[in-house]
Each structure stands twice: as structure tokens, then as C-alpha cells.
């Protein structure tokens, strides 16, 4: 059986927000749970998913191996809605946080630390004016071709909702190494910049990347170009 017919690519269902949420937990470390980062799997998946899921679960898409949940993509195309909502968000996780932080481990305070002191400088600046997504996979459906069918079917969403542009933060390792997938799908890298908050747990240095891409029409082109 091809790797096609392994795994299903649909919308988001709400019966599927706990599974979402848990891959969201099972991924967060770069690619691996977070508990080692992190410890509230509750805050940390709320934070990530809270507002996609409750607000635009129309742009949420997951993909399902063995009928089960393992992997999703979240965007959002409500762009003012999605920064008030951040604005919101911050002053409640800041709460809940507090009355938590003394039950939190070292590293759990660590990651806190990042949060509130750097977070806001090595984050690279994104397009405050356009959508944006997110994705992430357990190792099952970790492959090119899901990747590709997962993001075209939310691409061909956005485009019949009149969005035309898009842009992501992606994760990589070694500089630029790691975009090139993003590169080769038709995204432009617009920034880089080193993020700290993983330093004490791996020696490899770890970058994030804002990447954007303009939608084009099905039937003009294909929105990922032929190579």
C-alpha cells in the first residue's frame, strides 16, 4: 500500500480537540514531548491551540493514521480577531502561571524565565497584516508527502476564502539548512534568529524562521511549483 492510502487528511472535528492537543504536547520540544521543557501540558497546549480550536476551527485541519489523531495544521486568516485574542491570552496565562509557578520544577521556571525576558527579542518579527499557520506531526505521519497534502489542502481552504498570502515560524536546526523544504514549496524566508530557551537540554544551535508565501490559483498553477 502506498504511504497516500496510509494516512487521511480532513477537517477538524471537535470530538478531536483532546488528541489535537496531546500532539500538540507530544511535539512541542522540538519535535519531542515537552514535558522535559515544560511540565503543564494543560497551560502549554491552551497557550498553542486554545485560540485555533475555540475560534477558527474551520482552519484546522488534522491527519489521521489507524483512525487515530496525529498530526494537525492550525491557521488563522482572522487576523484582528487573532491579536486581540493574544492580547487577552497573555494577561490569563500570566495568572494561571503565578498561581502555579511555585508547584513548577527548575526548568519548568526556566522556560518561564525565557518567556517573559527574551522571548520578545529572539523571536524573529512576522507579517502582522496576513494569516499564519502552524504545524506539527508525531513521527507516524512525519513525511514529505503528508506535509505537502496537508498544507495544499489548507492553502486551496484559505484561497477559496480570498486569502493570498500566508506566513509560518519554522523551527530548523544549522541556519538555513532546514528551510529548504520551504524554499523548494514556493516560501520566501524573510528573517532569522537564534532562540536560547533549548540551550540546556541538547548542543545544537536552534533557529527560528519567518517564511512566506503568496497563494496562487489552482488552475493557473499548482500552489507548490513542479521541481
Not at 92 to 97: A, D, E, F, L, Y
Request: hydrophobic letters at 35%.
Amino acid at each position: 500500500m502506498s504511504e497516500a492510502k496510509e494516512f487521511q487528511v480532513r477537517k477538524y472535528r471537535a470530538a478531536d480537540r483532546d488528541a489535537l492537543r496531546a500532539v500538540c504536547c507530544e511535539t512541542g520540544f522540538l519535535g519531542n514531548a515537552i514535558d522535559p521543557v515544560f511540565e503543564d501540558r494543560e497551560l502549554f497546549a491552551d497557550f498553542l491551540t486554545g485560540y485555533y480550536l475555540k475560534h477558527e476551527p474551520d482552519s484546522a485541519f488534522v491527519v489521521t493514521k489507524d483512525q487515530r489523531v496525529q498530526g494537525y495544521l492550525i491557521g488563522s486568516s482572522a487576523i484582528q480577531k487573532h491579536q486581540l485574542y493574544s492580547v487577552l491570552q497573555a494577561f490569563s496565562c500570566t495568572g494561571r502561571v503565578l498561581c502555579r509557578y511555585s508547584r513548577y520544577k527548575p526548568e519548568s521556571r526556566r522556560y518561564i524565565h525565557w518567556i517573559l525576558t527574551k522571548a520578545w527579542r529572539e523571536v524573529p518579527a512576522a507579517p502582522r497584516h496576513i494569516g499564519h499557520f502552524h504545524i506539527n506531526l508525531l513521527p507516524p505521519v512525519r513525511s514529505i508527502a503528508v506535509f505537502r497534502e496537508l498544507t495544499e489542502t489548507y492553502f486551496r481552504y484559505l484561497y477559496e476564502q480570498g486569502i493570498r498570502q500566508i506566513h509560518a515560524q519554522v523551527v530548523t536546526f544549522d541556519g538555513r539548512r532546514g528551510l529548504k523544504l520551504f524554499e523548494r514549496y514556493g516560501f520566501k524566508v524573510l528573517n532569522q534568529s537564534e532562540i536560547t530557551k533549548y540551550r540546556q537540554f541538547i548542543d545544537r544551535t536552534v533557529y527560528l524562521s519567518t517564511v512566506v508565501k503568496e497563494l496562487q490559483k489552482e488552475s493557473d498553477r499548482l500552489l507548490y511549483p513542479v521541481k
